[in-house]
């Protein structure tokens, strides 16, 4: 019998919730572009409730403990005291989310004798170190496609808040005041602006999707281009690299993740070739990018905003540079765990434990290492290696009160 050991983030600060906005969630038959929806044999929740937090348990204590399995869940997981590194010497499998991530580093790997796999409820797996999950022989899944275009949705709403000025103008319309120069002063139209995405993967075309009636300019660079019909039907430009694609864009959104090849793919160098006065929205990792960089862009004009929900480490200490720099529409790490997406991972992780107990194979899509080898959407969407160096810093939130 398995010990899973599940890392899920607080519960809200006045407690799990008694009751919910909406009754219901809209029903999706299938993702674009035909991909199943998780299909376990059952689950053990509602969806629509929060399922993420340390209460809603993502909904598996039923089926585990009927099964003869243990199931610990804990929010503490950042620091060598942290319940996380104790109960992970005998655990056999572990389950966490990006937006409260469970580091797996070399050293946490070397502890845990017993791992056969980490699953990633929800989309992103960077902070396991593959290079030592396939050393080491750990299957790494993720739920692939669970929260795409969640996090799409808010790609766009990222980039109109700050073409914009939307959360500026917010904040003097609820502090009382009437200070339309001082909203205007910043705000300007997205039409027929250049907006261009690093991917075009599933976040990454699902934003140029939503986007294209807005009338602007689309532009992507990827490793793989997108199918001819596909270009046409959106008007697309495609550029080889990352690099021809900056100076020609007004707003940039990354949508790649992060592995050796991407990290720190934004820096003082590459922040030169924007357009003065660009916006860039980040939803992928925060380690895409160098902060100080960010911050230095910002604050010399270079950047006209920055948008975005995920930093490095998480959760980020609270001196990070990224919370107060000029022109940021910062949140914590959530989009992608609406409550509509939460009902999908949990789902999609049920079906991967599912799998997993039962001998079965797990869908190629969900698969990013197995068998010592990058796998199925790890083998197409990243790079052998590590990008969890420096998470250690994460524990500073805990340590700051
Ligand atoms: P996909 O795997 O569908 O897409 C990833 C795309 O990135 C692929 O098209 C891949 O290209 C491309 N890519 C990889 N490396 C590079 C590179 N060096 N240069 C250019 N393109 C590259 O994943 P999703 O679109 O679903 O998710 C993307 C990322 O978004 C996740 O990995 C995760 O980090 C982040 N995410 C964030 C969430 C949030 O809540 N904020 C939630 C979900 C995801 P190809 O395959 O053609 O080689």
Redesign the pocket.
């Given at each position: 019998m398995a010990k899973v050991l599940c890392v899920l983030y607080d519960d809200p600060i006045d407690g799990y919730p008694k009751s919910y906005a909406r009754d219901d969630l809209p029903k999706l038959e299938h993702y674009p572009g035909g991909q199943t929806l998780p299909t376990p044999k059952g689950i053990d929740f509602t969806p629509g409730e929060l399922l993420g937090s340390v209460s809603g348990e993502l909904g598996l204590r039923k089926y585990l403990e009927a099964n003869g399995h243990t199931l610990v869940v804990t929010s503490d997981k950042d620091g060598p005291n942290s319940v996380f590194e104790k109960e992970l010497v005998d655990a056999d499998i572990v389950i966490s989310q990006?937006f409260w991530p469970a580091y797996l580093t070399a050293e946490r790997f070397a502890k845990a004798k017993n791992l056969k796999m980490a699953v990633t409820a929800?989309?992103?797996s960077?902070h396991v170190d593959l290079q030592s999950a396939i050393d080491r022989n750990v299957t790494v899944t993720e739920v692939t496609?669970c929260?795409?275009i969640s996090?799409a949705e808010h790609v766009v709403m990222m980039i109109l808040s700050l073409v914009r000025n939307y959360l500026p103008s917010h904040e003097w319309a609820k502090s009382g005041g009437w200070n339309i120069a001082d909203c205007v002063q910043h705000a300007y139209d997205l039409e027929k602006m250049e907006v261009g995405t690093?991917?075009?993967?599933?976040?990454?075309l699902a934003v140029l999707r939503r986007l294209a009636p807005f009338d602007v300019n689309l532009h992507y660079?990827?490793?793989?281009r997108l199918p001819e019909s596909v270009e046409k039907e959106l008007n697309l430009t495609w550029h080889a690299t990352r690099e021809e694609m900056y100076p020609v864009c007004d707003v940039v959104t990354l949508?790649?993740?992060?592995h050796p090849?991407?990290e720190h793919m934004i820096n003082d160098e590459t922040l030169k070739l924007f357009k003065r006065g660009a916006y860039l929205v980040n939803?992928?990792?925060g380690k895409l990018c160098d902060r100080d960089a960010v911050a230095r862009a910002l604050e010399s004009g270079q950047l006209a905003g920055y948008a975005g929900?995920?930093w490095f480490p998480q959760p980020a200490p609270k001196d990070h540079p990224w919370r107060t720099m000029p022109h940021n529409g910062m949140t914590p790490?959530i989009?992608?765990?609406t409550l509509t997406a939460q009902a999908r991972y949990a789902a999609g992780t049920r079906e991967i434990l599912e799998c997993f107990f039962e001998g079965r194979p797990i869908r190629d899509e969900y698969l990013i290492v197995q068998g010592g080898a990058l796998a199925g959407?790890g083998a197409?969407?990243y790079s052998k290696g590590n990008a969890t160096g420096g998470s250690e810093e994460a524990e500073r939130f805990k340590k700051a009160g």
């Open positions: 990006p929800g989309i992103g960077d496609y929260n795409s996090v690093v991917a075009a993967g599933r976040i990454g660079t990827d490793r793989h949508n790649c993740p992060l090849e991407t939803t992928a990792r929900d995920v790490h989009s992608g765990t959407t197409h969407s």
